[in-house]
Nanobody
Framework: QVQLVESGGGLVQAGGSLRLSCVAS????????MAWYRQAPGKQRELVAR???????NYADSVKGRFTISRDNAKNAVYLQMNSLKPEDTAIYFC????????????WGQGTQVTVSS
């Protein structure tokens, strides 16, 4: 089992920045990819960014150039630096850790609220 704990959400004005953190504990060796998803009210959960153990990254088109995902393997942590925030970035952000080869190795954090005011 893997446990994920997110932090860093909050209220920020449009154009501002926030940094989300997610720390993993448990059987870390069972996962090889970590990601951030978000879910706005009335909308489906969507991928924001992901990063592999090797450091390869992918981003949603809506956040490219504004968000940066990074990880610190020594701390079992993944981060999401969010700059130039927009009101449409308002959502609950979830940390996700999984193994691309094992469907049963898929874990979620409890989520952290990000609210961007206009």
């Amino acid at each position: 089992q893997v446990q994920l704990v997110e932090s860093g959400g909050g209220l920020v004005q449009a154009g501002g920045s926030l940094r989300l953190s997610c720390v993993a504990s448990g059987t870390i060796s069972s996962i090889n990819t970590m990601a951030w998803y978000r879910q706005a009210p009335g909308k489906q959960r969507e991928l924001v960014a992901r990063i592999t153990n090797g450091g390869s990254t992918n981003y949603a088109d809506s956040v490219k150039g504004r968000f940066t995902i990074s990880r610190d393997n020594a701390k079992n942590a993944v981060y999401l630096q969010m700059n130039s925030l927009k009101p449409e970035d308002t959502a609950i952000y979830f940390c996700n850790a999984y193994n691309v080869f094992r469907a049963d190795k898929n874990y979620w954090g409890q989520g952290t609220q990000v609210t961007v005011s206009s």
